[in-house]
């Protein structure tokens, strides 16, 4: 696959692709989430590209179909994911991974085109030449996503639900610096 991985405003053409692609992944088992592109557009527009630090790329085939997405941004108290991973680590660990963390938020890649390197690729990007000293992100648990993860040097910090009885997260993190 001949692609290039290039910065992904938060509007227009290129956007709309990423918002596509990222509705076919989590649309799959195990998320069955159709309609969580919908919600990732709104906090990206809305919330998230505003916080420091945030970055967005998109995987791009020569003939301009997007085929992967990738965001985050600094991680800070005040933030829901933040703050509840803080609240679940003991206090030394939440100093560790959280005191200077990117947190990638999110990251899909389309379903033919998995197992081919984009999603490594997206997060190489993502983490070039990041000041933080770490990046933390969060799974489920029962997706393969983790182990690509794995890969790439992220290690699990906690498995935790983000809702009663809801689905098991791994919390992964990698040091930068």
Known sequence: MNLVIQPLPTNGPLFEGAIRVYGEAFALPPYSDPDRGMEVRARMRDVHRIRAGFQAYAAVERDGSVVGMI??????????????????????SARQWLDSSYELVE?????????????????????????????????????QAHHLYARLGFEVITEMPFSPGGALFYVMGKRLC
Request: charged share 20%; hydrophobic share 40%.
């Open 71 to 92: 965001y985050g941004y600094r991680g800070a108290r005040g933030q829901w994911w933040h703050d509840m991973v803080r609240d679940a680590l003991p206090a030394a």
């Open 107 to 143: 990251v899909a890649v389309s379903p033919a085109c998995q197992g081919q390197g984009i999603g490594t690729a997206l997060i190489e990007a993502l983490l070039r030449d990041r000041e933080e000293a770490t990046c933390v992100l969060s799974t489920r648990a029962d997706s």
